[in-house]
């Protein structure tokens, strides 16, 4: 059994099942479904699930450097400086995912290289006061690109705390 773990051989411009990545991957089938349960997204909602290649690639990559450094909530992994670091709160973007995900990206305080990261849209709040930023967060953070606003998760987030 070989575990390659490689992100290179996922194309980010396709889709991918569950089976497809574990084959793709070298890894178990509830491997993959562990990831989807703790922060890798899916495409949407229906069956089979489907995971998008670019996502899967930003994920695996974070999950191997979350190895190497542990980020908090606000934090993000710099590849360049090689630790975990604050996001410049300005170039913060939290882009809309399926499953109650955002995509967090942003610009790192020291270097200005970018960074990545899958956080729970119930997270965004903490990590936007965390970062120093002014409730209610500014509409120019969030994208909600290719979502069905119907769904929009933000109702929930922001006037749902409990
Ligand atoms: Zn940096």
Redesign the pocket.
Known sequence: MTKRNSPNCIKSNRNYTVIDVSEALGVHPKTVRNWLRVGLPVVDDKRPLLINGADLKVYLKQKRKAVMFECKEHEMC?F??KQA?KPNVESVNFIAKAAGMAHMTGL?D????RMNKYVSWRKVNDIWLELEGKLPIAEKHLILRGQNLLNCPFNGVFSDEK
């Open positions: 710099c360049r400086c670091v790192c020291e270097c200005g290289c």
